[in-house]
């Protein structure tokens, strides 16, 4: 640099010097007679070019590590899933059976039949019954049998001919017509709900509606219509097979008790309000092999449930209760309900053996003290509680558990009583039975249709088959759409700050949850119920581990604001000078080449 | 739902699970105890007992646990954590008054602030993750910052001078965590009592939190069942020991100056609350009074009792003292070495008081009796030397207590008459410590430290990566009068984001642990008192090899000025852009041209300020005003100096990149 600079006093001479009087009229402040020098021009130029070249280069060393998301991809699956919700193929058959084919004919006309179930099922779905998230009363499948065990008016390609004979059934026993059901395979290759209506059956009065435990329902009667039918069929169809013969006013399906890692964690805790007046125990070892192992193997497609139990001392509830002469013992209205729970005593804990974000339902059974024994809830009607529990929506269920007599054990020595295992059975069907209203299912035996009750026969795993199908849909559904608005609050997030690292894990995580969810929607729409669950659940817990993150959770992003102060100080001058050092030069060399262009356009004209 | 069946089978099964196991199916226990002994300072030392026993369950590896706390044995499955010892302490041990040669302060004398250790069963590599995941959990448990000593800067792994557990050992410790009733509640909700009935109703907050020390403590051993080690059976021992000032009782009695009197106390005085009866859970709950060799061997003086001191049993009225409660036993420690007096343990069992008949012990104090605590062979302290924020040194300064003399003698006769000190110490990184600047002082004179060394295993910090560990075993003479060991350190620099919200207080090294493996404290009970064996007691009759802990040390760091990164990022950049701004100036200046413009206008005004100005501006140039025709000559003058002046702003560059880049 310095070389050139002592070069420069080269350019000025030819100026300086006062002009040769041989041409009079050069003027030096309008012309000049050598060509205006480059070298500055030059030189500033190349500053600020080099300048403008590294700006790239210094975005690049500044820039923050973002791992691609599939933005693309994550739009169109919610548009997808917001305008073509899930269609779930059901196959309905009913097949018509005579007590006693040879004596009596069944006057069906089966298409007439059909038509009329048809349209009842969609009059059904249009009051809103069977239509929720989950539902599948828009792709159903629907066809009629009538079976006199000769095959002659066979529609339905899922039922053998002849397997079911009205007159081997004995109606009065359920449990041993739903067993020949099942063996009679109705759903043969693939999950059909069906209904068998036995026309004319003996030893019934009246119409009898049952719902067994698998995926069918009987009908047994005499005299009645077409139009009746339909109505009976129509309706277990849709409010039981399809509805899960929930009512509404439960528990809604937004509040799903299973976490969002797709576990449940079962904590059961044994409460004894006052070691002093006596103690209780229990064999929980026993219960957890025989009643619930079998109850977590079928919810299995739906949540991984664990079981863990505690028994806790000296744990009083919250609120007081009054003695009730007229019934014995101490009441509680259903207004204190929400004051039971006593969080300061009854130190129930979260689970260290399940993840974070694991739903930890909390079953108690409370062992009153012998001041308040025994204790006894009340319907707002004053009626008594027949199980004496109640629920709390996603947080579990309680239940209060008297000992037989009400009397002190004796001071001296402390017995450590163990419930019977009746009293625990007891126990533990009102735990199941609230288990299944905390996932939005009936605790009863009755289902209340339009025409009659049906009874509905309880599993002994405490779910039925077709109660699980229910589930199974509404959770994929529920999954889904969790998963889809996770994702797509993510890649909002992520969108709207431009400066937050990413890693490359929760790119990963984005795209299998992609991929899960994809695959839990081709499930659904080819009928595999459990799989789609299963999916549904993992793209619902890997979005929210890709929400979750840590490194998304840590606020120690490089913001835009503090790369602006860090260059700044340096930027800001530097460029100003580099700015207007190439302005002014662009202007003199303008201004001296005008000059010089002056000059030789006199020098043309003087020659 | 189908049962009768069902719970033919599980009945059947009941049974036939119990024929099979007998007597012998263990059940979860609770047991609770409290032991009192007072201190030769007129301090009363309480010291907390709590056992859980869980044991190994029978099927696949879940536990269901009726008394046992939950959580614990969650932890305990989930990390495969084989033994687990945490505490939190307030305050420090003073071995020199409260003892230091018995199981209580070998047991329950614990560092300031929290230390946690624990080895765990796994896979040599996968320790780390477990401690870390462990440290995370207990944190959570006891509402404390263990999960600090996440970071492997902040834990250590010791080979062999603190506890044998080969490589799967951790140990860590936070000098500086306070501990207050936050973490004393979780803990009582470990028990199934919790602080509403039994022993532990006595901890009241106010004055277990206004004691001297304040000890609490967390050990958990599990008891492999099975090879897999995954049925377990675990032993949970929770312990609180404080150390409580009595404020004296006036007695009757006014023959004997008070001030010459211990304290006379009760358990309401000390504790303000009295035992309304037992834990109903608990299998036993038990409240003893030791009487510590020392203080019986000074009543034995004074009262002359001789041989028939057992037989009276020493709480009739004849005696120095008198208790309030009859005690229901009274046991004589046995002693191996013969010439010291044994110990007395006064059993009081709470099991008979109720509501209506507290418990309440009380200590009355008839006759002066002055005694001394047995000390530990050798007393330790630990201090800083130098000065200035730069470099110090460590000194660990161990002293003979001369006090036991003559067991000491007879312990290591043996041993060709050596006493074996092992020191841990455990140093951050910040602090550099120059392990070959280890220098030994035996009775004030600088000794080569090959000489006494019998083991070291050092391992150096790594900056933010690992701390300094030291482990060393002394081999002193054993008529050694004093020992030091300094070990001279640099300090170093933190990275701004490292410092603690209160910088300015300094950074603590923690605790030393100085043991000494040659000496262990135990205490023989009769043999007949096996089958009423109390966990506390059986804990005494371990053998524990004496342990105690240094101070904790306080060691001040350059503090940064927290805003400077931001100064020094200004400033930088405000000399670049000068330095380049005035470059780039340079580089397009026309000398001649400017010259020119000078002179034509001085020519155009000729004005009397203008003349004057340019006078002095040649003036100020050093050359006589010169007219306008000598500009050419003068270019090539102003030229060189421009030059000069372009490489003197590039030497300045140049030395600015060197001293600041």
């Given amino acids: 640099m310095a070389e050139e600079i002592s070069e420069s006093p080269n350019d000025p001479p030819p100026e300086t010097p006062p002009s040769p009087p041989s041409e009079p009229e050069f003027d030096s402040k309008t012309m000049r007679k050598t060509k205006p020098g480059l070298k500055r021009l030059f030189l500033t130029f190349t500053v600020l070019v080099s300048f403008l070249l590294g700006f790239p280069f210094l975005f690049k060393s500044v820039e923050i590590y973002r791992s691609p998301l599939p933005f693309h991809d994550i739009d169109i699956l919610s548009n997808d899933v917001v305008s073509n919700p899930f269609l779930f193929p059901c196959h309905f058959q009913a097949i018509f059976v005579p007590s006693d084919p040879k004596s009596s004919s069944i006057d069906v006309n089966l298409d007439e039949l059909e038509l009329s179930i048809r349209s009842k099922i969609t009059k059904l779905a249009s009051k809103g019954i069977g239509s929720q998230c989950g539902a599948c009363t828009n792709n159903f499948t629907l066809s009629l049998t009538l079976d006199y065990g000769d095959c002659t008016q066979s529609l339905s390609k899922f039922y053998k001919c002849g397997s079911i004979r009205a007159v081997d059934l004995d109606f009065s026993d359920n449990e041993s017509v739903d067993e020949a059901l099942e063996s009679a395979g109705l759903d043969f290759g693939g999950k059909v709900y069906s209904v068998v209506v036995v026309v004319n059956g003996d030893g019934v009065e009246g119409v009898k509606v049952v719902v067994g435990k698998y995926r069918h329902a009987w009908i047994v009667g005499r005299d009645w219509g077409v139009e009746e039918v339909a109505e009976r069929l129509a309706e277990i169809f849709v409010k039981v097979f399809v509805n899960g013969g929930r009512e509404e006013g439960l528990i809604h399906g937004e509040f799903m008790p299973v976490g969002a890692d797709g576990r449940i964690v079962l904590s059961f805790n044994l409460l004894n309000a006052d070691p002093m007046d006596w103690t209780y125990d229990w064999d929980f070892q026993k219960i957890d092999e025989t009643l619930l192992a079998p109850m977590i193997d079928v919810l299995g497609p739906i949540a991984n449930i664990s079981v863990e139990s505690q028994v806790l001392y000296y744990t009083p509830k919250f609120t007081f209760s009054s003695w009730d002469e007229k019934l014995g013992g101490y009441t509680l209205s259903t207004k204190d309900l929400p004051f039971f729970v006593n969080s300061n005593e009854w130190h129930l804990d979260t689970s260290i053996a399940a993840g974070g974000r694991s739903k930890i339902l909390q079953f108690v059974v409370y062992v009153p003290s012998a001041k308040e024994c025994p204790l006894l809830l009340q319907l707002p009607n004053g009626e008594i509680s027949k199980t004496n529990a109640f629920i709390s929506p996603m947080w579990g269920g309680v239940m209060v558990w008297n000992p037989q007599s009400c009397s002190r054990d004796s001071d001296s020595e402390l017995v450590r009583h163990i419930l019977s295992p009746e009293d625990l059975q007891k126990v533990f069907e009102v735990f199941v039975g609230q288990f299944r209203q905390l996932f939005g299912l009936k605790s009863g035996s009755l289902h209340v249709g339009a025409l009659d009750t049906y009874s509905l026969l309880a599993s002994e795993k405490g779910f039925t088959e077709w109660e699980l199908d229910f589930l199974s849909r509404q959770h994929t559904c529920f999954n889904i759409h969790s998963s889809t608005t996770t994702l797509g609050s993510l890649s909002k997030l992520v969108q709207s700050l431009p400066r937050m690292i990413i890693m490359d894990e929760i790119g990963k995580q984005v795209k299998f949850s992609l991929e899960a969810a994809n695959l839990a929607r081709s499930n659904a729409s080819l009928g595999f119920y459990d799989a789609s669950a299963v999916s549904s659940r993992q793209a619902r817990s890997l979005a929210e581990d890709a929400f979750f993150h840590p490194s998304i959770m840590s606020v120690s992003y490089y913001s835009f604001e503090h790369c602006f102060a860090v260059y700044s100080p340096f930027f800001l001058p530097v460029s100003m000078h580099v700015l207007l050092a190439a302005l002014r030069e662009w202007r003199r060399y303008k201004q001296e080449k005008a000059k010089y262009l002056l000059w030789k356009a006199k020098g043309k004209v003087a020659s | ?661």
């Fill in chain 2, 1 to 661: 739902m189908e049962l009768p069946s069902r719970w033919v089978f599980l009945l059947f099964l009941l049974l036939s699970s119990a024929k099979a196991f007998g007597s012998e199916v263990d059940k979860e226990e609770f047991q609770e105890e409290l032991l009192l002994k007072p201190l030769p300072d007129r301090k009363v030392l309480a010291h907390f007992h709590f056992e859980t026993r869980a044991p190994p369950c029978n099927s696949n590896g879940l536990h269901h646990h009726h008394l046992f706390p939950k959580s614990i044995s969650q932890m305990v499955e989930k990390f495969r954590v084989k033994e687990m010892e945490l505490s939190f302490t307030q305050g420090r041990w003073n071995y020199e008054r409260w003892g230091g040669f018995d199981t209580m302060s070998s047991n329950n004398a614990k560092p300031p602030g929290v230390e946690l250790w624990a080895v765990f069963d796994v896979p040599k590599e996968q320790v780390d993750a477990s401690w870390k995941n462990l440290t995370h959990t207990l944190s959570g448990i006891f509402c404390a910052s263990i999960n600090f000593l996440e970071s492997s800067s902040m834990y250590s792994a010791p080979d062999w001078s603190f506890r044998q557990a080969s490589g799967s050992l951790r140990y860590g410790m936070l000098p500086r965590e306070a501990v207050c009733t936050e973490n004393l509640t979780p803990w009582l909700k470990l028990l199934p009592c919790r602080d509403k009935a039994g022993i532990s109703s006595l901890m009241d907050r106010p004055s277990i939190y206004t004691s001297l020390y304040y000890s609490q403590r967390l050990h958990l051993t599990s008891i492999a069942s099975d090879l897999e080690g995954l049925n377990s059976g675990i032993v949970l021992e929770q312990t609180l020991t404080v150390v409580l000032h009595p404020s004296s009782q006036r007695t009757g009695l006014t023959h004997f100056s008070q001030s010459y009197l211990q304290p006379s106390w009760s358990l309401s005085s000390i504790f303000g609350r009295k035992v309304n009866g037992r834990c109903v859970l608990a299998k036993s709950s038990k409240v003893y009074l030791q009487l510590e060799r020392g203080l019986v061997s000074q009543l034995k003086k004074s009262e002359n009792y001789g041989a028939d001191y057992i037989a009276s049993e020493g709480y009739d009225g004849e005696a120095n003292f008198e208790l309030s409660v009859n005690p229901d036993r009274v046991i004589k420690e046995e002693n191996s070495r013969n010439g010291i007096s044994s110990s007395l343990l006064y059993e009081f069992s709470v099991d008979k008081y109720s509501n209506s008949k507290p418990f309440d012990l009380g200590l009355t104090w008839k006759f002066p009796v002055i005694w001394s605590c047995q000390q530990a062979p050798l007393h330790a302290s630990r201090f800083l030397m130098g000065s200035g924020n730069e470099r110090g040194a460590i000194a660990i300064l161990l002293k003979s207590t001369d006090l036991n003399d003559s067991s000491l003698v007879a312990n290591s006769a043996m041993d060709g008459c050596e006493l074996r000190v092992n020191i841990f110490q455990v140093v951050p990184w910040y602090i550099r410590v120059y392990y070959h600047s280890l220098q030994l002082f035996v009775d004030d004179q600088l000794k080569a430290v090959g000489a006494f060394v019998e083991k070291i295993h050092v391992m150096p910090s790594k900056d933010k990566i690992s701390p300094g560990m030291m482990e060393m075993v002394l081999k002193l003479p054993c008529g050694v009068k004093s020992a030091a060991l300094t070990l001279d350190f640099d300090k170093g620099f933190l990275h701004i984001d490292e410092y603690p919200p209160d910088a300015n207080q300094g950074f603590d090294i923690p605790s030393a642990s100085i043991g000494f493996p040659d000496f262990h404290t135990s205490m023989l009970f009769p043999s007949n008192e096996s089958e009423r064996k109390s966990p506390m007691l059986s804990k005494f009759q371990e053998s524990s090899p004496v342990l105690l802990y240094t101070e904790v040390l306080l060691v001040p760091l350059t503090t940064p000025d927290f805003s400077m990164p931001y100064n020094v990022i200004t400033i930088t950049c405000t000399v670049f852009a000068l330095y380049f701004g005035s470059l780039l100036n340079v580089l397009r200046q026309r000398v001649g041209e400017k010259e020119r413009l000078l002179k034509s206008k001085a020519a155009a005004k000729t004005g009397r300020l203008s003349d004057l100005l340019s006078r002095l501006s040649a003036k100020l140039r050093g050359r006589s005003q010169e007219p306008m025709q000598s500009a050419s000559e003068s270019s090539p003058l102003i030229n060189s100096k421009l030059a000069l002046k372009v490489l003197l702003m590039a030497a300045l560059a140049v030395a600015w990149q060197y001293y600041f880049g």
